[in-house]
């Protein structure tokens, strides 16, 4: 019954969404008020719905129930209830259940919390966010329910990919797809926008939260997800340029242009229609990346459950919601009317710049990721594109562009003096230089590209903090620490890239019990191996101590797991954080004459590279609520000043 | 500047950036992407030693072999008529099983050996990468079965 019941509410949010568009199509077009009031009860409504059903498809997933079909493909007794309940979305059909869950709640958000759009504006908005929407319950329901009967009842179930069985699992997919389906929300504001014609600050400022948010997500589902693999795959490397992971990168990088140039809308009434084109590129990259991931038209590492019919399926969407808003786009950016202009050395040029960057990074990215496919539909040729080519093709403009983040907040909006930009910008070139001579001077075998990351990262760590020079640290805004912490923690994590790509040291070598390995200033002393159990597999271990130097001694324990459910194998690499780096050591297969294979690398201030995607959110976070606090209080001084009038 | 002429240096400059990045992905591009080769392909047309390229096929049952290293496997990579021995230094990932499919990246050596960098199993049990869909997946299988017998 349980399953039916999910079913039925899947439906009823479906049918809900549908009315959710014609009232507000109609109610704008007819001018019916009474159709525009309740389009806001029906949002709600709507994204109860879906939710239900969600929480009902996990509820079968906790229980086991095997009667169902996707839960006896992607589900087993014995697992661990962690395992049971983000194995929800561990497979195809539960993971379109929580983007459509995602977007209807989104839209139930829009409908409770948004007070600052104009009504007109909102109204439109909700039914752009609801024809959205219905495209996806179209999907879900007529090829990939989810609450399938099995029939007849197995005895047990296949069990989830052993990869995926990992805390992970519980985190990354969720965060990514409360970013991915975010920004459709920003898609949705940009075509209500263009409906009725209201682009000004005040649709930016209302628009800024919802961005922010997406991006927030985004940006913590990128940073696990590339930690995740990084422990997960055992290969010591953090980004790989896979088509999965750049299908994550290229909406962060629409969505971080689009919030630079958001605040342009906001601040000075500037860069209209680019702002409302990055809207529906930053939302079109989202059903982009989902159509290469459940699609696996390109080979991945991170591929699961892959189904090339039902990517077509996306496509078709795709095609449909990006050029039906770009068409909207072509016929409405004439009348949008132009906005302040500004000088070239301004707070707005710098954010152009950083737009232009962003976007041409995103181009190169994009490029790269479809070529083999490109070349496949004309040449028939088959071919692959690597690290080579993404890091010789974007690292330079990367830095350019964080060379810009660290001048673009020290400049005055509107106009200002390039000689007292090199004034205020002084210390933090002097401090890059400094980093640079002593990187050149104390270091060696360093590539360019690091050696230049590094100092640069040097400078912008100063020049971040910059913006709070000679003011009063309790009246400067919050969501200015916002962009303050956001932007030391990119300077951060490129210390982490820098340092890990050009100090990482590794020993691989086939190792018998009572060996030492020995790797930088880790001596490492290989024990034993023993046989060890877990809830639903069983795995060798190597009992392994490591000492720093003349440091503490600490145990560490790689595994190679067996999981009895799919008769497979996976090794689980052991890490041991110090402060400088972390040792990662993972153990292979043994031989018959009792020699194990033992991969060791020592990684310093890699931990940075997440550190710093964590402050990068943290400062979105902070700006976020910054921005909601200060529109709050705007709009309670307006509430009381019209009671007193 | 008028509010109008910004408007069109804007534009301009936006195209002037997107033409420059699709020119300097086409540059990067030409050098830097690695074709995809079965077997076959390299036995036809063998590419240059220490091109990279990525090879794709069936690791052929009972052909691994460990090194005296330790560390060193070498297996042969076959797509049902043609075979390519690779040599690998490193761990082998988890799903990497004789009678399965493998992609690797790497490079031919002077001898003919292609020298994986990377090796990619499948992750998932259902998972097939894209380039080894036209592959028979049972050759390798059947083979051994007739020399046995």
Not at chain 1, 287 to 296: A, C, N, P
Not at chain 1, 345 to 367: D, M, P
Not at chain 2, 1 to 12: F, G, P, S
Request: glycine share 8%; net charge neutral; charged share 15%.
């Amino acid at each position: 019954m349980i399953a039916e019941t999910g079913l039925i509410a899947l439906w009823l949010a479906a049918a809900l969404t549908l009315l959710q568009f014609v009232l507000g199509a109609v109610g704008l077009r007819a001018e019916r008020d009474d159709y525009i009031a309740a389009i806001r009860p029906v949002a709600v409504a709507q994204g109860i719905f879906v939710s239900l059903s969600f929480l009902l498809l996990i509820w079968l997933f906790l229980r086991s129930d095997m009667s169902v079909k996707l839960v006896a493909m992607n589900s087993a007794s014995v697992k661990p209830l962690l395992y049971k309940f983000a194995g929800t979305w561990g497979n195809h059909e539960g993971s379109m259940l929580l983007w459509v869950t995602v977007m209807g709640m989104a839209g139930a958000f829009i409908a409770l919390f948004e007070r600052s759009l104009q009504k007109r504006t909102l109204v439109a908005t909700l039914a752009a966010q609801a024809f959205i929407s219905l495209g996806f319950y179209a999907f879900l329901l007529v090829s990939s329910n989810p609450f399938e009967r099995l029939f007849p009842v197995p005895a047990d179930g296949q069990g989830l990919n052993p990869l995926l069985q990992d805390p992970g699992l519980a985190f990354h997919p969720p965060t990514l797809y409360f970013g991915y389906v975010g920004l459709s929300v920003a898609f949705s504001f940009a075509v209500g926008a263009m409906i009725t014609r209201d682009v000004g600050p005040a649709f930016a400022k209302a628009m800024r939260p919802w961005v922010l948010g997406a991006w927030i997500f985004l940006t913590l589902g990128i940073t696990a997800g590339s930690y995740w693999a990084y422990y997960e795959l055992g290969w010591g490397g953090w980004w790989f340029w896979d088509p999965v992971e750049n299908a994550s990168l290229m909406p962060w990088l629409a969505a971080t242009a689009l919030l630079h140039s958001v605040t342009v809308l906001a601040t000075r009434d500037g860069l209209r229609a680019w702002t409302l084109m990055l809207a529906v590129v930053a939302f079109s990259m989202s059903m982009i990346g989902t159509f290469l991931v459940r699609s696996g038209i390109l080979t991945s590492v991170h591929a699961f459950a892959v189904d090339p019919e039902r990517g077509s399926f996306i496509l078709a969407l795709l095609a449909i919601y990006i050029g039906g808003a770009m068409a909207l786009f072509a016929l409405r950016v004439g009348t949008v009317k132009e906005g302040s202009r500004f000088e070239l050395i301004s707070r707005e040029g710098a954010l152009v710049a950083n737009n232009l960057l962003l976007s041409v990074i995103l181009a190169l990215v994009f490029i790269g990721t479809l070529y083999p496919l490109m070349v496949e539909a004309v040449t028939g040729e088959k071919l692959s594109v690597g690290p080579p080519y993404f890091n010789l093709a974007t690292g330079p403009l990367a830095l350019l562009l964080v060379a810009v983040m660290a001048a673009g907040p020290l400049l005055r909006w509107r106009r200002d003096n390039p000689k007292t930009l090199l004034n205020r910008i002084s210390i933090p070139v002097l401090v890059a230089a400094a980093a640079l001579f002593a990187l050149v001077a104390f270091t060696s075998g360093m590539s360019i590209l690091s050696l230049l990351g590094m100092a640069l990262a040097a400078g912008v760590a100063v020049a971040s903090f910059a913006p709070l020079w000679k003011r009063n640290l309790r009246r400067t805004p919050v969501h200015t620490y916002g962009m303050i912490i956001a932007h030391f923690g990119v300077a951060v994590a490129l210390v982490g890239m820098a340092a890990e790509s050009s100090f990482t040291e590794e020993r691989l070598v086939a190792a018998k019990p009572g060996d030492e390995i020995t790797v930088n200033k880790w001596k490492l002393q290989f024990q034993a191996i023993e046989p060890v159990a877990g809830p639903n597999w069983t795995a060798l271990e190597a009992r392994m101590t490591a000492q720093y130097g003349d440091g503490v001694l600490h145990e560490i324990e790689p595994q190679n797991r067996m999981f009895a459910a799919a008769q497979t194998q996976t090794s689980e690499a052991a890490l041991l954080t110090r402060w400088n780096g972390q040792l990662y050591v993972v153990l292979g297969e043994g031989d018959s004459e009792d020699r194990w294979q033992v991969r060791v690398w020592w990684k310093p201030f890699v931990p940075l590279i997440w550190y710093g995607g964590i402050l990068i959110a943290l400062g979105g976070l902070l700006a976020m609520v910054g921005r909601l606090r200060r529109g709050y209080q705007h709009r309670k001084q307006r509430e009381f000043t019209e009671a007193m009038l | 500047m008028k509010a109008k002429h910004q408007r069109l240096v804007l534009v301009l400059l936006a195209l002037v950036a997107l033409i420059g990045a699709g020119l300097l992905a086409a540059y990067a591009l030409q050098d830097q992407a690695s074709y995809f080769y079965t077997p076959s392909d390299i036995a036809a047309k063998k590419p240059e030693a220490g091109v990279a390229i990525r090879l794709g096929g069936m690791v052929e049952e009972g052909s691994i072999q460990r090194s005296a290293d330790g560390v060193t496997v070498q297996f042969i990579v076959q797509d049902g008529t043609t075979q390519q021995l690779v040599s690998y230094t490193g761990i082998t990932p988890d799903l990497f099983v004789e009678g399965s499919g493998v992609v690797a990246d790497g490079r031919l050596d002077a001898d003919g050996m292609f020298i994986a960098e990377t090796l990619l199993a499948k992750h998932d049990e259902n998972y097939i990468p894209r380039e080894l869909e036209g592959i028979d997946m049972t050759a390798g299988q059947r083979k051994t079965e007739t020399l046995v017998q």
